[in-house]
């Protein structure tokens, strides 16, 4: 196992289109996470999942995003009708169970909404 | 509300060390992070203390925690040009989620 891996790396998107992104966790990593980034500021926490159930949600950031995990393995993010503020970098991130010892994040996919 | 403050700039010579300065204001916080940002990359987890520890050295790398001030250092000894990149502070409560800082761009000047 190589880490988690995000797919993919980059995304251009006209705005009003819907995108969809994929986070590969660690295996055997139980909890999984999505974060956004915006340039110069640290990663916003957006959802939680542990296993396939989807422990909070309260930040994300309209009802345009929405993330799924249905077999509790990889996790995805999608945004709906697309507009420029939400050009950024998504991270995903996971960790095992009973472990607060930090995350391991993916490197990310950044989407540019033009 | 839940914050965590840092500097935003940091410029050294190499060899030297580099101390990199965070302030949080949950009181609650009980796992505190570093993690190391280099372009392109997501971030990676460099150390981490738990509230109720003073300093944690693990190499090159030391954690100083003031818990009655809420002030995290981090010191990288003997900073080489790989060192270069953004380093962010981060506090958690042991809840499903982590507050992190905005972030200091390490500058190494060879």
């Known amino acids: 196992d190589t880490g988690v891996s995000q797919d993919p790396r980059h995304k251009i998107t006209k705005r009003g289109q819907n995108v969809t992104f994929r986070c590969d966790p660690i295996s055997e990593h139980n909890r999984l996470y999505w974060y956004r980034q915006t340039l110069g500021q640290g990663p916003e926490f957006l959802t939680y999942f542990q296993n396939e159930a989807q422990l909070e949600k309260s930040r994300l950031l309209s009802d345009r995003f929405s993330a799924e995990r249905p077999k509790g393995s990889f996790s995805t993010l999608e945004i709906q009708r697309t507009e420029q503020g939400d050009s950024a970098m998504y991270l995903c991130?996971?960790?095992?169970?009973?472990?607060?010892?930090?995350?391991?994040f993916g490197s990310g996919t950044r989407l540019t909404v033009v | 509300g839940e914050d965590v403050e840092q500097s935003l700039f940091l410029s050294v010579r190499e060899g030297d060390s580099s101390v990199i300065n965070c302030t949080y204001t949950d009181s609650s916080s009980t796992y505190l992070y570093w993690y190391k940002q280099e372009p392109g990359a997501g971030l990676q987890l460099l150390t981490y203390i738990f509230s109720n520890m003073d300093m944690k050295q693990d190499q090159r790398l030391t954690v100083l925690l003031n818990k009655k001030d809420k002030h995290l250092s981090l010191r990288i000894a003997d900073t080489q040009t790989g060192d270069s990149a953004i380093y962010f502070c981060?506090?958690?409560?042991?809840?499903?989620?982590?507050?992190f800082g905005a972030g200091t761009r390490l500058f190494v000047k060879a």
């Open positions: 981060a506090e958690s409560d042991g809840g499903f989620k982590t507050i």
């Open positions: 991130a996971s960790r095992g169970q009973g472990v607060n010892y930090g995350y391991t």
